[in-house]
């Protein structure tokens, strides 16, 4: 499609257009008993950088760097044929099982105990799921007490003599994963998974009242059951759960580099169809209760390059889905993050899947180096730097023509104001692949001048430019200048094509 981007698109701050706060649980990961996510991911006793643990402590420190507040485990639907209990007790005694999700040898050298562990030890808060798959509500119930009962129980018993002594205090659980898709194991109807999962949320919170719970809605919005199967979940799920699940994985398809650079305009049109069979399902029931959103999935994956499970052989720590991200995929993972914040008032939760090697912005050789992908740039920005409340920020401006969407504007943008210090933090992505756009933000109703702190970009003259282990640095945010607040309070910069920025303002007399 012709790029159209060329020349300035405009956006009008003002702190009295706020959408929503951002949750810090917002800044998710997934960490799945898949690959090589685990095993010589975040787990390699062998390796020179190993704790006392076993966990690689190059990997850590990259983890801390993202500053995900949040991980998901242990899928994914590896969960929906998982024995919590064959991932407890004395390693040499644990069994070695056959994984049907991802026809793989699990060791179960990791199990509850040590990702907890090291959750623990990272400062990331886990989300548990659940098997809703094979099992159900004793296995379900029976993992809560053992994780976040304090002792006098059998299963808080067996955990304290594991070397556990405290209580995990697992406060996020998934009921279940992707229940409405054939591929998985126990894969069943909406009415009937909706009913398991208030029966098995009941008794788990049984056992802790004070725990959240997630339903799983649609894995993608393009299941033939989409919408009908969130109705009907919600319908039997409402007053046991307190979040819908979203899952959704984009990619470049047919030479539509355009389609693939606007996929924020799908995940909006996503997530606000799901809100409003959400407040359907509220309405009918007569509720007062507003149903939040957790996007527990999400990133840029070419499952066009994958064969499919069943295509794959038997293997112990399978290299599978290790996508290399280019500038162009960082360009899109930083949209998406927009999105997500531009519905900050309903999506709570979201997890980039996954963490380490499998669609990771983390990448680890076994016994050698780990690296950042271009991805793991605007994760780790965003998540440090926009905090606080969401503004409305509406653009005009040039638009680009794509066959995926239709009209997008070229510029992609997203703003949270620090409400204690007043700090700005403006995101901004030029779809265009041409031609440079130029940003103008009238900064309305502040009552301060800005000064620009920093400005950060992540672009390459070539779009397909990647990060490898040969050369890991290959892209790297740099600074820019020349971007600055005019004395007429308008922020003023420039955007090369298919890029992503992050401009930090202060106002003048502030830090």
């Not at 983890?63 to 899928?75: A, D, F, H, I």
């Not at 126990?186 to 009242?209: C, F, I, N, S």
């Not at 996929?263 to 007062?288: E, P």
């Not at 800005?450 to 990060?467: K, T």
Request: net charge negative.
């Amino acid at each position: 499609m012709t790029d159209q981007s060329a020349g300035t698109a405009r956006v009008t701050i003002d702190p009295d257009f706020g959408l929503g706060t951002v949750d810090p649980r917002l800044y998710g990961t997934f960490v799945e008993h898949m690959g090589r996510c685990v095993y010589t991911g975040i787990y390699e006793p062998a390796h020179s950088t190993a704790d006392e643990h076993g966990f690689r402590g190059d990997v850590a420190g990259l983890v801390r760097e993202l500053g995900t507040g949040l991980v998901r485990y242990p899928g994914g639907n590896f969960v929906s044929g998982y024995h919590w209990e064959d991932g407890i007790g004395p390693a040499e005694d644990r069994p070695r099982r056959l994984d049907l999700a991802w026809r793989s040898i699990e060791t179960n050298q990791v199990g509850t105990d040590e990702f907890l562990g090291w959750a623990r030890r990272q400062g990331v808060e886990p989300m548990m799921a659940v098997n809703l798959g094979t099992r159900g509500i004793d296995a379900a119930r029976a993992l809560v007490e053992y994780c976040n009962i304090p002792g006098g129980t059998a299963w808080s018993d067996l955990r304290v003599r594991h070397g556990a002594r405290d209580p995990h205090g697992v406060k996020l659980w998934c009921l279940g994963n992707e229940m409405d898709g054939p591929w998985q194991t126990g894969h069943t109807t909406a009415v009937e998974y909706g009913r398991l999962a208030a029966q098995a949320g009941k008794a788990m919170r049984q056992v802790d009242p004070s725990i959240e719970l997630v339903a799983c809605g649609s894995s993608n919005a393009e299941m033939p059951t989409f919408g009908e199967w969130e109705r009907e979940v919600l319908h039997e799920t409402y007053d046991e759960v307190d979040y819908l699940s979203l899952h959704a994985y984009y990619e470049e398809k047919d030479g539509d580099r355009a389609g693939f650079l606007a996929s924020g305009a799908q995940m909006d049109a996503y997530i606000s169809d799901i809100v409003a069979t959400a407040d359907h399902v509220r309405a009918v029931r007569r509720s007062s209760k507003r149903m939040k959103l957790s996007f527990d999935e999400w990133n840029v994956w070419y499952q066009s390059r994958f064969p499919g499970e069943r295509a794959l052989p038997l293997e112990e720590t399978p290299r599978l889905i290790e996508d290399t991200y280019s500038v162009t995929d960082a360009a899109v993972v930083g949209s998406l993050l927009m999105t997500l914040l531009r519905h900050a008032d309903r999506v709570a939760i979201a997890c980039l899947a996954q963490l380490v090697n499998v669609i990771g912005p983390i990448r680890s050789e076994p016994g050698g180096p780990s690296w950042r992908q271009t991805t793991f740039h605007p994760f780790a920005l965003t998540a440090k730097y926009a905090r606080g409340t969401v503004l409305r920020t509406e653009v005009s401006g040039p638009v680009i023509e794509t066959r995926r969407h239709g009209p997008v504007d070229a510029l992609d943008t997203a703003t949270t104001l620090d409400p204690e210090t007043g700090a700005l933090t403006v995101l901004a992505v030029n779809r265009g692949q041409e031609h440079d756009l130029h940003l103008r933000a009238a900064l309305r109703g502040f009552g301060a001048r800005y000064r620009v702190l920093e400005h950060l970009m992540i672009a390459d003259e070539d779009p397909d430019a990647a990060n490898t282990q040969e050369h890991p640095d290959r892209v790297t945010p740099q600074s820019v200048n020349g971007t600055r607040v005019s004395g007429e309070g308008e922020l003023e910069a420039l955007l090369p094509p298919v890029s992503w920025s992050i401009i930090r303002l202060a106002p003048e007399d502030g830090a």
